[in-house]
Structure formats: C-alpha cells, structure tokens
C-alpha cells in the first residue's frame, strides 16, 4: 500500500481536469459505458459506517497478530486527498476511513497468505518496480521529496515493493486458473442487455472558438465578431481548417486542430448542437453563436444510430465477463481468507 501511495503522487491528476471538449458542451462529458461496451449493475446501499474517532490509536487494527499501524492508515488517507485534490469531507470520513482500514486489513491477509505458500520476488523484480515507480516523478529529487514526505526511506520502499509485488503474484496465480467466458456466454449476455448495443447518431466535427462573453459590451462584441468573421472567410477559401483552428481558436482542442472527436445528441450546448447535426460530412458552417463565443463548426464524419453487431461486440463482451468473474472469485478470495483470520479493528 506504501507503494501504491508514492507511485499516485508522480501521476496524480489535476483536481478538475478538463475535457477536450470543454468550452464547447457546456457539460460534463462523463458518461455511461460506450454501446457494446458493458457497464456493471449499481451496487445496493451499504448501511451507515461506525463512526471512526477523531483520534487515533497508534495501532489501527491487528491481522492473525500482526499490526496495523497509525501510519500505514494515514499514508492511505494522504493518497486519496491528493488524488482529490482537497480533503476528505467531514460527511464522508466514516466511510472513507472505514473503507481504507479494510483495504489495509485485506492487504495484510494477502500478504500473509502469499508468504504462507511461499511465493518469492527476486533483487531484479524489485529493482523493476521500484525504477517503475520513480519514472513517474519528473526529477529524482521530486521522488525523494515524495518519499521523505510519506515517512519513507529507500529500505522501506524496497520492502513494500517486495510485498505488492508477492501480492500481485498471489493473486495472479489465484485467477489463472479461471476459465475464460464461452461464446454462449457471450452470446447470451448480448441478447439480455439489447440497450447495452445500441449506439446513437452521433457526428464527429472540428471548430474554431473566438470566446466572448455574453454579458461583454458592444466593442469587445464586434471584435470578437470581426476576428471570427476573418478566420471563417478563410477556412471557406479553402484554408486548412486544423492549421486555423491551431492558430486561431481559444478552446482546449485547438492543439488537437480543434477536433473535437465523436459526439451524440445533447452533449453540445444547444446552439452548437443543432448545426452540427444538420450539415454532411466536408461542409463548414456560418459564424454560430453560443454562450461561449462565436464558433466557426466543420463537419469531419456523421454516423447513423445503430445496434452493434455481435461481431463487433464480442471481444468486449468477454473481456467483461472475464473482468467480472474474476472480481467475484477475488471477492470468495478474500471472504474465505478472513474468515479464516482473527482480525480485530481497534477502532
């Protein structure tokens, strides 16, 4: 676990990173699972969480006993609120803490069961892992700097990489054996979940942005206005249209040609959305006015809606199903090594 926390701050991602699209839908670009791709069932509510205190014992919980300390727990908490980039909310620590202490105690049993059945890491692997880990930080001083900050010395993270790495093994070893969905299985997964297949019209489309605010006065207005109507004149002379976007547009896919890939019905702000939708593949429209700014849109590709054949589908199909059983021989995994373990939670 001290391994994985190191190795999220090198590649932790800004709090709000924004799509390639933003500026433009005016929306979230989240979205379910893309058709023929198939999305888990909701889990059902879990009861409310035991309160956690606000302080905390030097020794959180204890595994067939071995310890669980204080640090280990805050190491966890400290991760996930860089990755969140604030701290955890005061509605959610029950839960939260409650949570992390269980991935510690699961950690502590896997670990105890892969030196059980005597599953060993060479010098080598562990030199791997750790050079893994340090490509993630730009300088060797920013991953001193995130080991020094996490309490950590070269020895200990040679040592937690020894045991993530015995875990991992464990629990490869566990799903090897599984066997891999059939072609039935497939097959009769693909005409339960008809919905799952279905894919929407959908456009691909390019644009050049010239942001003005709507509540701007009337020369910032005519500026924009006169900047747009520039690069519109060219982009309908034959101009490249990606060069212009590069150079002219002032949303985040201008580095990308203002490509702004594949998109369905609704994901664009209204405006922007109608246009797309009603012009063919090569056109370029007129100047389109949005709450962001004057637009100029060129249509690249327009599929029809449609459901995805089986053929297609297959291979994610089963790369699903395969996902799918092996959380759930993980899950029987875990339960039975718990069962099997006196674990006590100090708090």
Avoid: W
Avoid at 18 to 33: C, F, L, V
Avoid at 104 to 113: C, G, I, R, T
Avoid at 194 to 210: G, M, N, T, W, Y
Avoid at 238 to 262: N, T, V
């Amino acid at each position: 676990m001290c391994v994985v926390a190191v190795a999220a701050t090198g590649c932790r991602k800004a709090p709000a990173a924004q799509s390639k699209t933003a500026g433009t839908t005016g929306q979230s670009t989240a979205a379910p699972a893309a058709p023929g791709t198939p999305g888990a069932a909701t889990p059902p509510a879990a009861p409310p969480p035991k309160p956690v205190p606000a302080q905390l014992p030097d020794v959180i919980a204890r595994v067939n006993g071995e310890d669980i300390k204080k640090p280990e727990l805050d190491q966890i908490i400290h991760t996930m609120e860089s990755r969140a980039g604030q701290a955890v909310p005061a509605d959610r620590r029950d839960e939260i803490y409650r949570n992390a202490i269980d991935q510690l105690v699961v950690y502590k049993l896997l670990s105890q069961e892969s030196r059980k059945r005597g599953i060993t890491v060479d010098d080598k692997e562990i030199a791997g892992k750790i050079a893994q880990i340090r490509s993630q930080f730009p300088t060797q001083d920013a991953f001193e700097k995130a080991l020094k900050d996490r309490g950590m010395s070269p020895d200990t993270l040679k040592h937690d990489a020894e045991v993530d790495l015995r875990v991992t093994k464990l629990v490869d070893a566990e799903e090897s054996t599984l066997p891999g969905p059939s072609d039935a299985d497939a097959k009769d997964f693909y005409a339960k979940n008809p919905d799952q297949f279905k894919e929407p019209e959908q456009v691909r489309a390019s644009h050049i942005l010239v942001r003005v605010d709507a509540k701007a006065d009337a020369a910032a207005k005519k500026k924009a206005r006169a900047e747009i109507d520039a690069v519109l004149k060219q982009a309908k002379s034959g101009g490249d249209f990606a060069k212009l976007a590069q150079e002219h547009s002032q949303d985040g896919s201008a580095s990308q040609g203002g490509d702004l890939g594949y998109f369905p019905k609704g994901q664009m702000v209204p405006e922007f959305d109608k246009v797309a939708f009603e012009m063919k593949p090569g056109q370029i429209s007129d100047v389109v006015t949005t709450q962001f700014g004057y637009h100029v849109i060129k249509v690249i590709d327009h599929k029809p809606g449609r459901t995805v054949p089986f053929e297609e589908a297959e291979a994610k199909i089963k790369e699903y199903l395969g996902g799918q059983k092996k959380m759930q021989h993980r899950d029987a995994f875990i339960a039975e090594l718990k069962k099997k373990a006196k674990i006590e939670v100090l708090v």
